[in-house]
């Protein structure tokens, strides 16, 4: 059974938009901590936006003010807004899950590609 759905990667020009979707089962959804994660071309995973336990929301200093995150309960979905997109945004882009607790596995979809390119 597929956990994570990942869809709205492609191709943009710079300074255009993308809005990323993750659908998640009923279960992750309600009980783990839902975030975006991307690795770019010879670097390594890096956390993007992600809300906390707390419910507040952790965003990476490189996308602050063209980055959103977001959820619609109703559709167990968690979105990635990406505005002013920048060749330097290329990279795959990961939904993740983490687990409410330490002994549970932490999800992962599948990855969608983001290319920022004229």
């Known amino acids: 059974q597929v956990q994570l759905v990942e869809s709205g990667g492609g191709l943009v020009q710079p300074g255009g938009s993308l809005r990323l979707s993750c659908a998640a089962s009923g279960s992750i959804f309600m009980f783990y901590v839902m975030g975006w994660y991307r690795q770019a071309p010879g670097k390594q995973r890096e956390l993007v936006a992600a809300f906390t336990r707390g419910g507040s929301t952790n965003i990476a200093d490189s996308v602050k003010g063209r980055f959103t995150i977001s959820r619609d309960n109703a559709k167990n979905t968690v979105y990635l807004q990406m505005n002013s997109l920048k060749p330097e945004d290329t990279a795959v882009y990961y939904c993740?899950?983490?687990?409410?607790?330490?002994?549970?596995?932490?999800?992962w979809g599948q990855g969608t590609q983001v290319t920022v390119s004229s």
């Open positions: 993740n899950a983490r687990a409410p607790l330490r002994d549970l596995q932490d999800y």
